[in-house]
């Protein structure tokens, strides 16, 4: 504890400072308080060093006068994971002002009364700072506090000061790797030095102290091949490099290393330690060529086949599966000069398989040898010697397979007339069988022939007509007739093979013009209009026009009535000649001929419909049907039915659309209550419940005969009497005594009603069915709900459970 004197007629603060460090009894010696001028520390604590500040010097008229300045408290530094006892006493703040009037000391900022709060506590009569519980540097490093003196008023005596507590770090903390596996890489046969890769720890301690200073080292190395320490370590920077060389992914590929961090700059006696794994894979380089296991390989493939695997060649390569050092690209280098042959790579193997790509002839070439190559996609890495290539020699043999004959010629063409008879020789079809080493013979067949015009000698392939030749067939296109021929020769499978023949037939004059049109019509008079003809001919040029049209000199009408005169080399004007002619139909024949070598001629007949016609020269509707050759009368005939036929149609509509009418007025004026549709008929009562019952039972009596009915006078039966004829053939039951029948009250009340001429039809009974006497049924007079006779209901009881109710209402006694 330090006290410093106050100067005469001067107020200061008055602090007194106290640290309690862990483990330590004497209190902190750092004590500071300022004064208006520089005071020596108290004899009494010599160990004591008191910082002053010079007061500032006003003159004054009775001289030298000091002037107090604010003081400043140096910053207070606790240790954490302090054990205490808590709460453990930091600095005394003290006013001089407390000998005069009473002092309550208060602090504010982060740990007092803004979270965390509550770490730090003042007394607030002696103005004693204290912590109160153990602090931690990696939550908070700092705090900073203001003190306040004010009276019992609450007014304040001193301006706040600042308190400033540092955390001192303790070395509580182990470094923390952000990994517990790191993955690496680097290439086989890597020089030395060669980076791999880097890892970090982190330690939450002070990292400006030995605290927080971290140092990586090598603990292990799995596998030692080729020897222990392949690879070395930063101990600042954590980087991973290589020591030596020999790295050779083919006999080690990984490589496991354990990496320890240690704080305290590394020192294992004192620091924290902690390890991580680092896995360090060799990547491959083609270092590796592939070699062909063999030094010749051989195979078989069938001629004329394609896309087929006739040779598999097999390689090694020690570089790493499906990768580019490792996948192996062949070639062939010679014996295939035309490219019959390719190779191609096995994905999953790496195999090569040789495959034909173009058909081999065994005529041509029995046997192929091959010279094939192998390498890499990828190039072989810097150092290795890739003069070295490996080679093998690939035999491959044909196999004779029988093949199929074959037209030299295909499609073979050949020219003829058209009209050449049947029997004629056109042409031989032969075909070739390309198995030069086989001894076979050939057959030849007819595939298609449209017209059947061909037929083919199956020995030598000679073709012979069956029929004429027409080139104005239905299947002749372009002047061309076309036939399809097989030849089949008798190896072992068989084999054909198929051959087209095309027949150009050359047109000859053999068909004569036709006139067109068939039919015209004109106007009766002369110089109105005209018809223009022309002709068609099957033959081509130039057997067709110009045509020649000429009018023929019998009969001499034809000449007389008509003219003929050319527009152009294929058409003429066909016109009256008089000028007048009665309207009608005419037939006019015409001769027409083509400029052929020789001429074909035809004499054609065209209708002519002579009409009278309009200013427009159209013929009318009644020209046109006189020029059919009607009369008058048929005319007048024809118009008077068709009016006949309107007027019929005509009263037929109205007829039907005033019953249309009819039946909808209809449907209005029906009552209501003679609707039936969806209508609920009301048809009669039965009566009127149990207040209907005040009948003569005694009405209700089985007849004993049917003679009274039977001898009733003639006159008064009703259609709705039960019949008098022989009763119906059911059995007769036996007859037994009964007190009553209901067929005497359906009598008697039947007779009433048919001699009651006031009673309307519809009230009378009505007989429907009558099944006889002799029923079993019995009679319903027992029934009759008037009796008072007593009676025993107590057998309800033994009914069971659905009978208790009656039992109870019946059974049960006397009422009360």
Not at 237 to 265: C, F, H, N, P
Not at 357 to 376: C, G, H, I, Q, W
Not at 446 to 473: C, F, H, M, Y
Request: with cysteine.
């Amino acid at each position: 504890m330090v006290t410093a004197k106050r100067p005469p007629n001067m107020q200061i603060w008055e602090t007194t400072v106290k640290l309690a460090l862990a483990g330590q009894t004497t209190p902190f010696p750092s004590l500071v308080k300022l004064i208006g001028k520089e005071n020596t520390p108290p004899e009494s604590d010599p160990q004591l060093s008191v910082t002053l500040f010079p007061w500032k010097q006003q003159l004054s008229s009775n001289g030298l006068r000091r002037r107090k300045r604010d003081w400043v408290i140096p910053p207070i530094n606790v240790p954490e994971n302090s054990r205490g006892p808590f709460p453990q006493m930091l600095v005394r703040i003290r006013s001089d002002q407390d000998r005069e009037t009473l002092i309550r000391y208060s602090i504010t900022g982060v740990g007092a009364d803004q979270p965390p709060m509550e770490v730090f506590s003042i007394d607030p009569v002696a103005g004693k700072m204290f912590v109160t519980k153990p602090l931690d540097r990696e939550e908070r490093a700092s705090y900073h506090l203001r003190a306040h003196a004010v009276d019992m008023n609450g007014i304040k005596v001193e301006n706040p000061i600042d308190l400033y507590i540092y955390v001192i770090d303790m070395n509580d903390n182990r470094p923390e790797f952000h990994n517990q596996v790191y993955n690496g890489s680097v290439d086989e046969g890597s020089k030395p030095g060669s980076y791999v890769m880097k890892v970090t720890a982190n330690d939450a301690d002070d990292d400006t102290t030995a605290n927080g200073m971290v140092r990586y080292r090598i603990l292990s190395q799995s596998p030692h091949s080729p020897i222990p320490n392949m690879f070395t370590i930063n101990s600042e920077t954590g980087d991973i490099v290589t020591v030596a060389a020999g790295l050779d992914r083919e006999k080690v590929s990984q490589y496991t290393v354990i990496i320890q961090a240690t704080d305290m700059e590394g020192n294992l006696n004192f620091g924290l330690s902690n390890t991580a794994t680092a896995i360090i894979s060799v990547t491959d380089v083609n270092d590796n060529p592939p070699e062909l296991t063999a030094s010749t390989f051989s195979g078989e493939v069938p001629e004329n086949r394609v896309n087929i695997v006739v040779a598999n060649l097999t390689v090694i390569d020690r570089d790493q599966p499906h990768t580019a050092n490792w996948n192996a690209v062949y070639r062939i280098v010679s014996g295939d000069p035309s490219g019959h042959f390719t190779i191609r790579t096995d994905p999953i193997t790496n195999d090569g398989m040789v495959t034909v790509v173009k058909p081999v002839d065994y005529e041509m070439n029995r046997a192929f040898m091959l010279t094939v190559t192998v390498s890499n996609q990828a190039p072989l890495a810097n150092g290795i010697q890739s003069s070295f290539q490996s080679t093998a020699g690939v035999t491959i043999s044909v196999m004779d397979a029988n093949e199929a004959p074959f037209f030299p010629s295909n499609p073979k063409q050949i020219r003829f007339e058209e009209g050449v008879p049947a029997g004629t020789t056109l042409t031989t079809f032969a075909a070739n069988d390309p198995d030069r080493f086989m001894q076979q013979t050939i057959r030849y067949s007819k595939l298609s022939d449209p017209a059947n015009w061909l037929n083919i000698n199956a020995t030598n392939g000679q073709i012979i007509t069956t029929a004429v030749l027409d080139r104005e067939s239905i299947y002749v296109k372009n002047n061309i007739y076309e036939a399809t021929f097989l030849a089949a020769d008798n190896g072992f499978p068989p084999a054909s093979g198929t051959g087209t023949l095309q027949i150009y037939l050359i047109d000859v004059n053999d068909n004569s013009p036709e006139l067109l049109p068939k039919e015209a019509q004109i106007c009766e008079k002369i110089n109105t209009n005209s018809i223009n003809i022309t002709a068609s001919d099957s033959d081509v040029e130039p057997n067709v026009g110009p045509f020649v049209f000429e009018l023929p000199s019998s009969p001499p009408s034809v000449r007389r009535n008509w003219t003929i005169s050319r527009l152009n080399g294929d058409y003429v004007q066909l016109s009256l000649h008089i000028q007048y002619l009665e309207s009608g139909v005419y037939d006019v024949p015409i001769i027409v001929s083509d400029s052929g070598n020789p001429t074909m001629s035809n004499k054609s007949i065209i209708k002519v419909k002579v009409c009278p016609c309009d200013e427009n020269g159209d013929c009318t509707t009644i020209g046109a049907v006189a020029a059919a050759g009607l009369g008058t009368g048929a005319i007048i005939a024809i118009l008077i039915c068709i009016i006949i036929l309107l007027t019929m149609v005509l009263l037929f509509v109205v007829w039907m659309k005033r019953r249309e009418k009819e039946r909808q007025t209809k449907q209005l004026l029906i009552d209501p209550e003679d609707d039936v549709r969806d209508n609920i008929l009301k048809y009669d009562e039965e009566g009127g419940g149990e207040e209907d019952q005040d009948y003569d039972l005694s009405q209700l009596q089985q007849p004993e005969s049917l003679d009274h009915i039977i001898s009733k006078p003639p006159g008064i039966r009703r259609v709705d009497e039960r019949p008098v004829v022989a009763e119906s053939q059911y059995p007769i039951r036996p007859v037994v005594p009964h007190p009553g029948d209901i067929g005497d009250f359906i009598n008697e009340g039947l007779r009433a009603a048919d001699n009651d001429p006031t009673a309307p039809p519809y009230d009378s009974l009505l007989v429907f069915d009558y099944e006889g006497s002799g029923s079993t049924a019995g009679s319903v007079s027992s029934l009759n709900s008037s009796s008072t006779g007593d009676q025993d209901y107590d057998y309800l009881n033994d009914w069971g459970p659905r009978f208790k109710k009656l039992a109870d209402m019946y059974g049960g006694g006397d009422e009360d």
